[in-house]
């Protein structure tokens, strides 16, 4: 489906077949030289097709398109190298550069593995969890080379005229773009309207929490009229939005310190024991991909408390504990 977001401003859905997240929101905004696509799906044929049916439905001539990625996740990385040509330019955050290039090697996934394994994932369900993760299976699978994306960098496109602005947290180097005539947000999945981003744990950053709090509050600062959300439906009250997600981070916070009342526990076991929207009997029947996010969702929580004092981690027998200071 193709929308008509403001002149020359495009969403264009592309599905993401069973997952919970239905769909990518890849934005195209055309220009008079060059056009700009922000964000593209999954490295998969569904995904392919309905992107590129999308463009040709526009007249996009992708030798005179760049691209830019709001953060390194496959749903909006993945087509990144089907998408451009010789002749674009592919814009990314810092960090989230590294990682996109990073997500098509070995040595990235057995990382991940290893800590995970470290708080408490199971290790005979890793392999499972590892071959099941979207980020492995439909990552854009070569190098590429970014032009990098920094605080209040500008990149024009026809009348518009977009300012970075560096939001770490959902991923370390995740940025957002800001129009200021227009006042509208393009805001990845910075801030999603019916959904909470997940704040995974990445060696990478200290705190993914409190620099994502921090990243709101920095937001929620500005003049915006209109948020353009990686998934599912526009904003038109960021200030609500950002409301209710500090409201729900400050309910999961209590919720975990609720949990490590009752003494020593891993990353995994305290997921265990959270809430979490998602249709199933009990923890055991999370699918493994799943898991992995809860675990990662976990862990920055714990580790919030860890930054302000209020928990202590433990190390034993190459596992990571969690306890009440």
């Given at each position: 489906?193709?929308?008509?977001?403001?002149?020359?401003?495009?969403?264009?859905?592309?599905?993401?077949?069973?997952?919970?997240?239905?769909?990518?929101?890849?934005?195209?905004?055309?220009?008079?030289?060059r056009n700009l696509l922000i964000d593209t799906g999954w490295n998969r044929e569904e995904s392919k097709r309905a992107l590129f049916a999308g463009l040709a439905r526009l007249d996009v001539n992708l030798e005179k398109t760049d691209i830019l990625l709001t953060h390194v996740?496959?749903?909006?990385?993945?087509?990144?190298?089907?998408?451009?040509?010789?002749?674009?330019?592919?814009?990314?955050?810092?960090?989230?550069?590294?990682?996109?290039?990073?997500?098509?090697?070995?040595?990235?996934?057995?990382?991940?593995?290893?800590?995970?394994?470290?708080?408490?994932?199971?290790?005979?369900?890793?392999?499972?969890?590892?071959?099941?993760?979207?980020?492995?299976?439909?990552?854009?699978?070569?190098?590429?080379?970014?032009?990098?994306?920094?605080?209040?960098?500008?990149?024009?496109?026809?009348?518009?005229?977009?300012?970075?602005?560096?939001?770490?947290?959902?991923?370390?180097?995740?940025?957002?773009?800001?129009?200021?005539?227009?006042?509208?947000?393009?805001?990845?999945?910075?801030?999603?309207?019916?959904?909470?981003?997940?704040?995974?744990?990445?060696?990478?950053?200290?705190?993914?929490?409190?620099?994502?709090?921090?990243?709101?509050?920095?937001?929620?600062?500005?003049?915006?009229?209109?948020?353009?959300?990686?998934?599912?439906?526009?904003?038109?009250?960021?200030?609500?939005?950002?409301?209710?997600?500090?409201?729900?981070?400050?309910?999961?916070?209590?919720?975990?310190?609720?949990?490590?009342?009752?003494?020593?526990?891993?990353?995994?076991?305290?997921?265990?024991?959270?809430?979490?929207?998602?249709?199933?009997?009990?923890?055991?029947?999370?699918?493994?991909?799943?898991?992995?996010?809860?675990?990662?969702?976990?862990?920055?929580?714990?580790?919030?408390?860890?930054?302000?004092?209020?928990?202590?981690?433990?190390?034993?027998?190459?596992?990571?504990?969690?306890?009440?200071?």
């Open positions: 489906m193709i929308i008509e977001v403001m002149p020359d401003i495009y969403r264009i859905e592309v599905p993401l077949p069973r997952s919970p997240l239905k769909a990518t929101n890849s934005y195209l905004v055309k220009g008079r030289e996740h496959a749903d909006h990385s993945g087509l990144t190298a089907a998408v451009a040509t010789e002749k674009s330019t592919l814009y990314c955050g810092e960090i989230d550069a590294e990682l996109v290039n990073a997500t098509g090697t070995t040595n990235y996934w057995s990382d991940i593995g290893v800590m995970l394994g470290f708080y408490g994932f199971p290790l005979e369900d890793l392999p499972d969890a590892m071959r099941a993760h979207p980020g492995r299976r439909y990552n854009p699978g070569i190098q590429q080379v970014f032009a990098i994306l920094k605080e209040n960098d500008v990149i024009e496109v026809g009348d518009y005229h977009f300012t970075c602005v560096e939001t770490p947290g959902h991923t370390p180097g995740h940025i957002c773009l800001y129009e200021p005539e227009n006042k509208i947000l393009v805001s990845g999945d910075h801030v999603l309207d019916d959904i909470t981003p997940n704040i995974t744990f990445e060696k990478r950053i200290g705190d993914p929490l409190g620099h994502y709090l921090h990243s709101l509050d920095k937001i929620d600062q500005m003049d915006i009229n209109l948020v353009l959300p990686g998934h599912r439906r526009f904003i038109d009250n960021i200030h609500k939005r950002i409301y209710e997600l500090k409201h729900h981070h400050e309910h999961r916070l209590n919720e975990v310190l609720d949990i490590l009342g009752t003494g020593l526990r891993d990353a995994y076991q305290i997921a265990g024991k959270m809430t979490w929207d998602i249709t199933c009997k009990n923890w055991g029947h999370f699918p493994p991909a799943q898991k992995v996010f809860a675990v990662g969702e976990a862990v920055t929580h714990l580790e919030y408390f860890r930054h302000i004092g209020k928990v202590r981690k433990v190390e034993n027998q190459g596992r990571a504990f969690y306890e009440l200071v």
